[in-house]
């Protein structure tokens, strides 16, 4: 035999192998199940009963903004109307002067054709936006137009 | 525009009256003790405005609310000028929204004088938020007729034979 080196078998350290660690180790429970289901309960009624206190908070704020705002706003209409109705003025007396060459042209119909044919006489259509502010400068329309996206 | 020539439109010198000339804050502080002083105007001219639905209709009631608040706020303007503007100057620097609930300490001291002084108090919560039952000497408008059009179709006899539909309903599963 020709086999002079000694051969060294690989094998299992002297005592063996360490045991596989399979053993299930769950996490260290702090509540119980029936003490979770109480404390979400408590914690919800908690809260709820927070959530109603604020609540109620809230309502009598908005109540008290909306009182407040009730009781100017006959003296802010009736300022308003009256502005509306000198503004409304204006815009047709311009209208008139703007279009007092063309032949035929009434003022507020297409020469002559209305707009709303079957309303009775002397009713008053508010116009719209854009009619309202036909003869301002284009600043004055996209301020308005625009106001809450600036201000 | 849609206003014809023949539209009545009250004149400029009709609708120039001297104007509440207040900020936003100031209209505020003494809302609650205008809307109680200036009730009576105040529901008028609110009826009127909604009854008729025509700003045109309402000048004179709308006329009477602008020198009501007018008398109201010179008569806070003479008794109790220094607590106001501090309870005004409260509002407008406390909250985004003039919000009433950091001012009460500012407004106890208002209250105090406008009850002292001119014998206003303040009304209860919510008061301008319920329904007010108001009685007005000014007729009611008209209400719009029935149209009556001489061309409809004219409704069946009283004595017709109604019969059953002859494929049933269109809506059978709601009516079965």
Request: aromatic share 12%; glycine share 6%; proline share 7%.
């Amino acid at each position: 035999m020709d086999c002079a080196v000694a051969r060294k078998q690989d094998l299992p350290p002297p005592g063996g192998y360490r045991p596989i660690p399979y053993k299930r180790i769950p996490a260290k429970q702090y509540f119980s199940g029936y003490a979770m289901f109480a404390g979400f309960i408590g914690m919800t009624t908690g809260a709820l009963y927070l959530q109603y206190l604020t609540y109620k908070q809230i309502k009598k704020h908005e109540i008290e903004m909306r009182s407040a705002k009730m009781a100017i706003y006959p003296m802010l209409l009736a300022e308003r109307d009256r502005e509306y109705l000198k503004q409304l003025r204006r815009n047709r007396d311009a209208e008139a002067e703007l279009m007092k060459d063309v032949p035929g042209w009434e003022v507020g119909t297409y020469y002559g054709e209305k707009v709303y044919k079957l309303l009775p006489n002397d009713t008053l259509v508010e116009p719209i936006f854009h009619e309202y502010y036909a003869h301002t400068d284009p600043k004055e329309w996209y301020k308005r137009a625009y106001i809450k996206l600036m201000s | 525009m849609v206003l014809t020539a023949d539209i009545h439109l009250p004149e400029e010198s009709e609708l120039t009256v001297p104007e509440v000339n207040l900020s936003g804050a100031s209209l505020r502080a003494g809302a609650f003790h205008l809307g109680k002083y200036c009730e009576h105007a105040n529901n008028e001219f609110m009826l009127c405005r909604f009854e008729e639905n025509d700003p045109r209709k309402c000048i004179a009631e709308g006329k009477a609310v602008t020198a009501c608040t007018m008398q109201f706020f010179r008569k806070v303007k003479s008794a109790c000028m220094s607590e106001f503007n501090q309870y005004a100057n409260c509002i407008d620097k406390s909250s985004g929204d003039f919000s009433f609930q950091y001012c009460r300490t500012t407004q106890g001291v208002l209250d105090k004088c406008m009850l002292d002084k001119l014998g206003l108090e303040r009304p209860d919560f919510g008061y301008f938020c319920e329904a007010r039952v108001h009685d007005t000497k000014r007729p009611k408008p008209l209400e719009e007729p029935k149209a009556v059009y001489p061309d409809a179709t004219p409704a069946l006899p009283e004595d017709a034979d109604r019969k059953p539909a002859r494929f049933g309903s269109r809506f059978y599963w709601m009516t079965e």
